[in-house]
Every structure is written in C-alpha cells, then in structure tokens.
C-alpha cells in the first residue's frame, strides 16, 4: 500500500510517498480504510523535530494523526465494532500514521462516525473536539457557572469547545473576525468580540478560565483578564513542568520542560493563576460522547474546498501553513 513517510526530521522537511506492508490488526485492533485524513500543525511540529523531547518516532515514520475511514477487517477480542462500520479517530500519538491507504489500530482510539457527519467533515471532527473535552473536564476541571474565554476561538477548535462549554453550564466569550460572528453566536457563545475594533483585555475582567489558541505574543493580555485563582490552558505556547510530572516523564525530562515552561508559570504566579499545557491523546469511549454532542448540535465542522491527494501531501502541508485555508484541509483516498 502507499502512505507518505517522514524520512528525516527537518525544519523545511518533506514526506516521501513510499509503497510500504499492509498492517494487520492484532487481537485488540481494527483495520481501516482511509477515506479522509487531515493535515494538522501538529504534523508541522513533528516533522521538524520540535516535538522529540514529547514523542521521538523511530523514522521512517508514516505521518497523519487523524482520519475517517471503513473498518475492513476486525480482530478477534473486540467486540464494540463490524466490518463495513464508518469510523473517525484521532490516532494514538505512539502509533500515528493517517496518511496511508489503511490503518491498524488499537479500537479503544476509534468511535462510529457521527449520524450528522460524513467522511470529509468527520475528518475535521476527532483531534479538535478531543482537544475541547480533555481541556474543559480533565485539566480545568471546568464546572457551571463559569465563564470561559477563547480568543481566536471562531475557528475550528471554538467550534467543538463552545457547544460543549455551553453543555457544561458555562458562559462562553469569544474574540475573532467579523465574518465569524454569526455562526459563533448561533452555536452559543453567550459574546463575541470583534478583534479588529475591540481589545478583549480592555473589556473583560475576572475570568475563570482562558483557553488560548493564538500563542505567546497574547500572554500578558489572557493573564491580565483572568481573576485571581483562575487558569490559563495553552494549545500554542509550549510544556512547562506541570505537564511533564502528569504524563510521568523521567527526571531529565521533567528538568527541560520546567526550564521551557518558566517564563509562563512566572508570569502566571505573578497574575494568581495557573498555566497548563494541553497535548491531545486518543480516546474512542471520549469520541462517542463527542458524537453524542455533534449530532444534537448539529455541528458540521469547516472543510476547505481545495482537494488534495496522497500524492500532493506536501502541498496540503504548504497549503495549511500559506494559503488561508477556510476550514480543515483534507487528504482524500479514493
């Protein structure tokens, strides 16, 4: 079969499309035919290397974290799933490797696709609502009666966290562009901030909780809205020790990540509040709740119209990083 594969890590790297063994599932797997895989920064991250301290792949390493796709063949201890089931998943981070014509993986990563979603915009769906659940109930422990601030959150990510923030009883705030405003307020955010005309730091104060999406030019400002005792969650600006003790990382490890992390933790405690760093793992038991949520909501995440191949897979990286793309951008199998 044919999957694209990282060769070397690089700062202006390029996957190789290589003809590589089927996998075959094992007891506790499924195998899957890719229908749509989607390009992340995450993929970006990887594939330079800034990520090897986090998960350092053994190359060459075929590349792609997530994916919708068919179950074709299923092993012998799982019980949950049948041939011919259209699934979506984000893959386990040890175990990555969507850009490929099939896929065997572990069927606790792997939920049924969503009634309101197909394959395209099932793509979209798995890595951004899996970041939104992890963040709100696992790190923040987010509860009702909260208010919750997103700035740059009329993207994707905003897509899936506010309906699910709104589900928890929290109250939303979200900054963007004007164009988003509309369909941002439809899906229940209870304010939206027009960045162009408005700065959030000048308008809001006391805020429980900031998930922050644009990175580390906007850190003073997210601090500053933030209430005494309240949290900051980062899916930009980088580990800090905090992240490194909860995923159990050996000492050295722990080291780096606290001397990484310093400037943000010291500018939190100066502010009261506490920073944490989210990096998203595979949950299919996550994902089935996830769906529950997208077909009451009806949410249909943002697909980009351009299509690309395995084959123009370094184009679609180039894509997502130059070329404005309006919503997921997609690798289609035919």
């Known amino acids: 079969m044919k999957a694209a594969q990282l060769t070397r890590y690089a700062k202006d790297y390029k996957l190789e499309l290589r003809n590589v063994d089927m996998p075959r599932p094992n007891h506790s797997q ?21 990520l090897r301290l986090i998960q350092n792949f053994k190359l060459p390493q075929t590349m792609g974290n997530e994916l919708t796709g068919e179950i074709v063949e299923v092993g012998k201890d799982v019980k949950n799933f049948s041939v011919n089931d259209k699934v979506y998943m984000r893959l386990p981070i040890s175990d990555i490797g969507a850009f490929a014509e099939y896929v065997a993986v572990d069927a606790d990563a792997v939920a049924l696709l969503p009634s309101t979603l ?34 740059g959150g009329s993207g994707s990510f905003g897509q899936m966290a506010i309906p699910l923030a709104k589900q928890m009883g929290l109250s939303v705030i979200v900054s963007g562009g004007s164009e988003a405003r509309k369909r941002t307020l439809n899906i229940g955010a209870n304010r939206y901030l027009d960045y162009k005309t408005e700065n959030y730091w000048e308008q809001l104060s006391d805020v429980d909780l900031v998930i ?49 992390g310093q400037k943000m933790d010291h500018l939190a ?64 199998f035919n």
Do not use: C
């Not at 609502?129 to 422990?141: R, V």
């Not at 580390?216 to 600006?237: F, N, W, Y």
């Not at 009451?296 to 123009?312: G, H, K, R, W, Y």
């Open 30 to 50: 499924v195998l899957v035919k890719v229908k749509e895989a989607a390009v992340n920064p995450l993929d970006s991250l990887i594939g330079t290397g800034s």
């Open 118 to 151: 197909d394959f395209k915009t099932g793509a979209a769906a798995a890595l951004t609502g899996l970041t939104a659940y992890q963040a709100l109930h696992e790190i923040l422990k987010a509860h009702s009666g909260q208010t919750l601030f997103i700035p």
């Open 269 to 332: 405690k100066k502010y009261g509040v506490t920073y944490h760093f989210i990096f998203v793992r595979s949950d299919g038991r996550q994902l089935q709740q996830l769906s529950a949520l997208i077909d009451q909501n009806i949410i249909v995440p943002a697909v980009d119209s351009t299509t690309f191949t395995l084959e123009q897979v370094n184009e679609a990286q180039a894509y997502l990083q130059n070329g404005h793309p309006k919503g997921k951008v997609l690798i289609h």
């Open 212 to 260: 922050d999406t644009l990175g580390q030019a906007e850190l003073t400002h997210e601090l500053s809205i933030l209430k005494r005792g309240g949290q900051l969650l980062s899916l930009r600006m980088g580990p800090n020790g905090s992240f490194a003790e909860a995923q159990q990382m050996p000492f050295w490890k722990k080291f780096l990540f606290k001397v990484n």
